[in-house]
């Protein structure tokens, strides 16, 4: 919309570059239990949407709880870039989860897991783009979730990628809408002040060109 030259077009491409997307897209998984986020296959299956969410075009990063993981694994582990994996266990992941809570009791964990362990977040930065491949990168995500994960977990897509994409489709409908019906209106209105559908009709080429 804003031309290449505008300061606001040049700041958005600048922070797009740097950081990895403008846009967010976030998908909340709900075990349906407390701490269900600890059971390796939820994890799994966490991981999994992850690499499904960087394979889509427009998104340039995730983040999840699946990473804390990761990168707590490794480090009990010297730092073996070969044990950058998930838990193997439940056990393990709650010690895992313990001791970060208790290095860091207000860290950024609990952006990404609900306090009882229930639900997690996997967000995805994502490009500033149209309407149109905001609406599709959503729908494809709502389809991963209804045909690859576990029928054990329920999900829910959102973010402000989602949220301006359904804004601009909800402004572009409600114009194709009112002018279509202002137009229609207008048409009948001169057709029985001229009773003449033909001159109606030329009337209405005039008023519809504006």
């Known amino acids: 919309i804003f031309k290449e030259s505008s300061r606001i077009r040049r700041d958005t491409d ?3 570059r740097r950081l990895a997307g403008s846009g967010t897209l ?5 075990t349906g239990v407390a701490d269900g ?9 966490l991981d999994r949407l992850e690499r499904f969410l960087e394979s889509q075009p427009h998104v340039r990063s995730t ?7 990761k990168d707590l694994r490794r480090a009990f582990h010297g730092n073996d870039q070969r044990e950058y994996s998930l838990p193997r266990s439940r056990e393990e992941a709650a010690q895992y989860l313990l ?10 964990l609990r952006n990404y897991i609900a306090f009882d362990g229930r639900k997690a977040r996997v967000s995805a930065r994502v490009d500033l783009t149209t309407s149109n491949d905001a609406v599709a990168l959503a729908r494809e995500v709502e389809r991963y979730i209804a045909e690859e994960l576990p029928d054990t977990l329920r999900a829910s897509v959102t973010g402000l990628t ?4 359904n804004l601009e ?3 572009r409908e409600s114009l194709v809408r009112g002018f279509g019906s202002a137009l229609v209106s207008i048409f009948v209105v ?6 003449s559908i033909k001159l109606g009709a030329v009337v209405m080429f005039a008023n519809t060109m504006p």
């Open 99 to 108: 001791l970060y809570e208790l290095d860091a009791p207000e860290g950024d």
């Open 162 to 165: 989602v949220v301006y994409a």
């Open 190 to 195: 001169f057709c029985f002040q001229m009773r």
């Open 14 to 16: 600048v922070i797009q």
């Open 26 to 30: 976030e998908v909340t998984i709900d």
């Open 169 to 171: 489709e909800y402004i």
């Open 63 to 69: 983040q999840s709880i699946v990473d804390y993981f």
């Open 37 to 45: 986020v600890k059971d390796p296959e939820v994890l799994r299956a």
